[in-house]
């Protein structure tokens, strides 16, 4: 089993900055997939960003693209989240993903995130 830890979110004004943290410990030795995804109240759960642990390469959702970045440190197993230029839309409680070859997926228990205007 893979537990993730996260860490980072808050309350912060439109046009602001957070960086979410996400920490994987236990059988992580086959990592596929990391990344990020957000619930607002009465909607589904939807795809933010994500990163391949192999090349590195990242997928952003349109709505984020050119403000979030995500990025990953091997050594500690950890996947981040920049977000800038904050909308209030942005508001919502973000879950961190992690999916292994198998495909086994674990997920973390969420950090909210406010954007007010």
């Known amino acids: 089993q893979v537990q993730l830890v996260e860490s980072g979110g808050g309350l912060v004004q439109a046009g602001g900055s957070l960086k979410l943290s996400c920490a994987a410990s236990g059988r992580t030795f086959s990592t596929y997939v990391m990344g990020w995804y957000r619930q607002s109240p009465g909607k589904d759960r939807e795809f933010v960003a994500h990163?391949?642990?192999?090349?590195?390469?990242?997928y952003y959702a349109d709505s984020v693209k050119g403000r979030f970045t995500i990025s990953r440190d091997d050594a500690k197993n950890t996947v981040f989240l920049q977000m800038d230029s904050l909308k209030p839309e942005d508001t919502a409680i973000y879950y961190c993903?992690?999916?292994?070859?198998?495909?086994?997926?674990?997920w973390g228990q969420g950090t909210q995130v406010t954007v007010s205007s």
């Open positions: 990163i391949t642990w192999t090349d590195g390469a990242t």
């Open positions: 993903k992690y999916t292994s070859y198998g495909p086994r997926v674990s």
